[in-house]
């Protein structure tokens, strides 16, 4: 079974609010890193958090992490349609420079 | 740009082919991965190479063959492939662990791959 997974799978909202998205896992891990796709892309990296970490700003993104609950939340405030890709969170896993990836949350921004 | 270069961006090929995708980095980093991503599946890992050396393979077929001849070039060699094989493929790299932590990794924009 996975190690991430990405709640809601889909998600859409008008510009200017704020996206939330979700990721429980069922390991421990070191660190959790949310990561960005937009249509035809390769992913990119946003922001990652460690395990001794319980929020993490950067701009518009806010990460949270929750250990003892094993989830994690990306907010993305202000949406912009810029912002409208999939969205991937991934865990360290046990062993080794490895990353699991869950299978990703779909944002819709509408301008 | 992320640093990180696939070629070619699209592939067709019939099942007896053989193909070879090529992924180059310029970040000085010393961990190359392949990723395959098909349609409503999670992204899977196939193969890390730490410094040139395998040290990762996911229960990839033999019909995918994997070549790092150096720390900033890695080939994924295609032989044979099947009609499931039709995916988004995926390179990235990433600088060594530090402290036990992974680093982030930085990916190319995939090749993708149609298998007629």
């Known amino acids: 079974s996975q190690q991430g997974e990405e709640d809601p799978q889909a998600l859409s909202i008008q510009e200017g609010e704020n996206a939330t998205m979700n990721c429980s896992y069922k390991t421990s891990i070191n660190n959790l890193q949310w990561y960005r796709q937009n249509s035809g892309r390769g992913l990119v990296h946003l922001i990652l958090?460690?395990?001794?970490?319980r929020e993490k700003h950067s701009g518009r993104l806010r990460v949270t992490l929750d250990t003892s609950k094993k989830s994690s939340s990306l907010l993305i405030t202000a949406s912009r349609a810029a912002d409208t890709a999939s969205y991937f969170c991934a865990t360290d896993g046990t062993a080794g420079n490895m990353l699991t990836f869950g299978g990703g949350t779909r944002l819709m921004v509408k301008p | 740009e992320t640093g990180v270069t696939q070629t070619p961006r699209h592939l067709v090929m019939g099942m007896t082919n053989k193909k070879s995708l090529k992924c180059e980095q310029h970040?000085?980093?010393?961990?190359m991965y392949w990723y395959k991503q098909s349609a409503k599946k999670p992204l899977e890992l196939m193969f890390v190479y730490n410094f040139k050396e395998q040290t990762e393979n996911n229960s990839v077929p033999s019909r995918f063959s994997p070549e790092c001849p150096n720390s900033s070039h890695l080939f994924l060699h295609l032989h044979t492939l099947q009609p499931e094989d039709s995916a988004l493929y995926l390179c990235a790299s990433s600088p060594p662990m530090t402290g036990g932590y992974n680093q982030p990794q930085h990916f190319g924009d995939g090749t993708r791959l149609s298998i007629l």
């Open positions: 970040l000085g980093h010393n961990a």
């Open positions: 958090i460690r395990s001794n970490e």
